[in-house]
Nanobody, 119 residues
Framework: QVQLVESGGGLAQTGGSLRLSCSTT????????MGWFRQAPGKQRELVAV???????DYSDSVLGRFRISRDNAKSTVNLQMNNLKPEDTAVYYC?????????????WGQGTQVTVSS
């Protein structure tokens, strides 16, 4: 069973930095994409950044230029470096993975890690 294990997060001041890491327990061979979503209180879960196996990365407009996603395919990990943090970045951040099982594609989620940015 695929499991995603997250680490990092915590409390930062405005303008500060944090780094999130996520590793998957299964082989990376059939991964289509890995990335990060976030959900703030009272809001819907939204995409932050995604790294596709094709090499393409996508970012939310709200984090473009401040956050950077990186992926180590050999280690099945994905990291999110968050710089110049703002209070509106406060949310629970979820690691995400999409796997191709030939007949179907399935999504997997981490347990979530809290990021709080103080003003």
């Amino acid at each position: 069973q695929v499991q995603l294990v997250e680490s990092g997060g915590g409390l930062a001041q405005t303008g500060g930095s944090l780094r999130l890491s996520c590793s998957t327990t299964e082989s990376p061979l059939n991964i289509n994409a890995m990335g990060w979503f976030r959900q703030a209180p009272g809001k819907q879960r939204e995409l932050v950044a995604v790294s596709r196996s094709s090499g393409i990365t996508d970012y939310s407009d709200s984090v473009l230029g401040r956050f950077r996603i990186s992926r180590d395919n050999a280690k099945s990990t994905v990291n999110l470096q968050m710089n110049n943090l703002k209070p509106e970045d406060t949310a629970v951040y979820y690691c995400y993975e999409e796997r191709d099982w030939s007949d179907y594609v399935n999504d997997y989620w981490g347990q979530g890690t809290q990021v709080t940015v103080s003003s």
